[in-house]
């Protein structure tokens, strides 16, 4: 089950009695679970009926003595285990066999939700199958690099903003994959602009903080104006602020400025209205693309495009020994440029 699925069954009210969230992915383990704790019980029914445990502070035993109790003037109770990853039955037989039980005939009065993050349980194990016969699983990955500026957008209207093209690409390479951190410096957007705004790349540098001259919007126009001076003190920047400046969001964004390239030099029809239909761009764009198709002719985007290639594999170690991300990046903006 995916997190929207949960979180859209929960708003209706269709209550389960046991939930197992698990994944590398602790944003959607919070959603869900704070969702539960606020919304199940009301106000007056939380003193007696919600039971909020951490998993290195108790035991499988103490967690479904909870689970088991009824409800005090109130149709149900909801037990949630924090950091369940640290709770130690999860290591031993006896513990797991004790869940395990437990899922054959759960407390149907009780909403026993488990918050386990950064892992998953061993799927072939029997207490990893009962829990998906018998339990809502939710099971989260962490989200791709490539997919981040799409997850930007669709949090965006969730929670009714709009951004430009720039201002995501922005967040997604300044913040990266971190979605706890992302939300909430979303948050400050929201707070900070007036309503209805559209969040826009000066708003992400005044707010959050991106150094509005050494960011992967200007790498990208130095490289494609064909500007080493420029091109190396962003590189520069961004070695001094490595935590910052993953390589992997950095080759997709060049990469796709260099297929826009490659459609440009491909193009049917090469007025400016024909070619913002070809690239999917806005006109006053397409000049940025022609002029870079002038400085970088079909063989040098083609070779380009190979060198991108190489560096992503690069960086995940496929084709190479380890090698310092800045340093990657260092080469790869070098051979994009010569």
């Not at 999917?280 to 040098?300: C, H, M, R, T």
Request: with cysteine; glycine share 4%; hydrophobic share 45%.
């Amino acid at each position: 089950m995916l997190a929207n699925e949960l979180l859209s069954s929960l708003q209706k009210k269709e209550y389960k009695p046991l939930y197992f969230l698990q994944g590398e992915e602790p944003f959607y383990i919070d959603q869900v679970a704070a969702y539960i704790e606020e919304n199940v019980l009301n106000e007056a029914e939380k003193g007696f009926n919600l039971t909020i445990m951490y998993g290195k502070d108790s035991s499988m035993e103490q967690v479904l003595a909870n689970a088991r109790r009824f409800p005090m003037m109130a149709e149900r109770q909801v037990v949630i285990v924090k950091e369940a990853q640290a709770l130690a039955d999860f290591k031993n037989e006896a513990g797991r066999d004790m869940l395990e039980a437990y899922c054959q005939i759960p407390v149907p009065t009780t909403l026993l939700v488990f918050c386990h993050k950064y892992g998953k349980l061993n799927g072939t194990t029997k207490l990893a199958k009962a829990l998906k016969k018998h339990a809502v699983l939710l099971t989260t990955e962490v989200i791709r690099d490539y997919k981040l500026p799409a997850w930007i957008n669709d949090y965006l209207q969730t929670i009714g903003l709009t951004a430009t093209e720039k201002a995501i690409q922005l967040l997604a390479d300044h913040i990266g994959n971190n979605l706890e951190k992302l939300t909430n410096e979303i948050d400050k957007l929201r707070i900070n602009l007036p309503k209805g705004a559209v969040i826009d790349d000066q708003a992400v540098h005044t707010y959050v903080g991106i150094n509005k001259d050494y960011n992967v919007f200007e790498l990208q126009n130095a490289i494609a104006t064909r500007n080493p001076l420029k091109a190396n003190q962003i590189m520069k920047y961004y070695g001094a602020n490595p935590k910052e400046h993953h390589p992997i969001p950095t080759i997709a964004f060049l990469y796709g400025m260099f297929a826009k390239i490659l459609k440009t030099h491909a193009a049917p029809d090469k007025s400016q209205a024909g070619l913002a239909r070809h690239l999917k761009v806005a006109p006053f764009v397409v000049k940025e693309y022609v002029k870079a198709a002038q400085n970088y002719p079909l063989g040098k985007v083609l070779q380009n495009m190979a060198v991108l290639q190489r560096a992503d594999l690069t960086v995940k170690g496929v084709e190479s020994a380890p090698v310092k991300e800045a340093e990657i990046l260092i080469q790869l903006v070098f051979e994009l440029l010569h």
